[in-house]
């Protein structure tokens, strides 16, 4: 069964302090993996598409990475501003599947 | 180039009304999905139409209905409404395979 699952749930750090969110998936089939951000009470706001195993985009504190197996949104030296939920989806042969999100909280 | 808008932005209706949802994607988007976006659920997909037919739909119950017009607008109709279609209901729209979302529509059933 095609499934998508990002963790943590939900992640607090200090300001400057970078780390790293996780998509993990099993599909039949990737035709292409994106990364959303959004902001309580808005809808999502597209960040990245990937496509590959090995292919990378960057914006901004952003980074993206993708393996055959999962997904990694790293956070370079993050802002309060940067406190949104992150989500994940995963396009496979049949169907656009949505993980749950990360909380990700920015102290100053 | 003006982003996806959906209308009303904020709703309250009553147990057993229906209420009408409004989708305008972006110029030259011919898939347009919605989504009902509930805090102990996330994003569960409800359907996806291009070029007036739906070509997807979730596993919602057939209260739940839309179309799509010539010019790509799109729109959701809930009949009968539950205490539990209370939720934020998103529109995307999309091109090739990323998909741009609307504010949302806030609904509120009492």
């Known amino acids: 069964e095609d499934q998508v699952t990002q963790s943590p749930e939900a992640l607090r750090l200090q300001e400057g302090e970078s780390s790293s969110l996780n998509c993990s998936y099993t599909?039949?089939?990737?035709?292409?993996l994106f990364w959303y951000r959004q902001d309580p009470g808005k809808g999502p706001e597209f960040l990245f598409t990937?496509?590959?195993?090995?292919e990378e985009k960057e914006k901004e504190r952003l980074k993206a990475t993708l393996t055959k197996k999962e997904s990694f949104l790293h956070i370079t030296a993050p802002k309060p501003e940067d406190s949104a939920t992150y989500l994940c989806?995963?396009?496979?042969?049949?169907?656009?599947?949505w993980g749950a999100g990360t909380k990700l909280i920015i102290k100053p | 180039k003006a982003g996806v808008t959906q209308t009303p932005r904020y709703l309250i209706k009553t147990r057993g009304q229906q209420v009408t949802l409004s989708c305008s994607p972006i110029?030259?988007?011919?898939?347009v999905s919605w989504y009902q976006q509930t805090p102990g659920q996330g994003l569960q997909f409800l359907f996806e139409?291009?070029?007036?037919?739906?070509?997807n739909k979730g596993n919602f119950p057939g209260r739940f209905s839309g179309r799509q017009f010539s010019n790509s607008r799109s729109e959701m109709n809930v009949s009968t409404l539950e205490l539990g279609d209370s939720a934020l209901y998103l529109c995307?729209?999309?091109?090739?395979?990323?998909?741009?979302f609307g504010p949302g529509t806030r609904l509120t059933v009492t």
């Open positions: 110029s030259g988007h011919r898939s």
């Open positions: 995307a729209s999309s091109l090739n395979s990323e998909q741009y």
């Open positions: 599909v039949s089939g990737l035709r292409g």
């Open positions: 989806a995963v396009q496979s042969n049949y169907q656009l599947i």
């Open positions: 990937l496509y590959s195993a090995g």
């Open positions: 139409y291009f070029s007036e037919t739906q070509r």
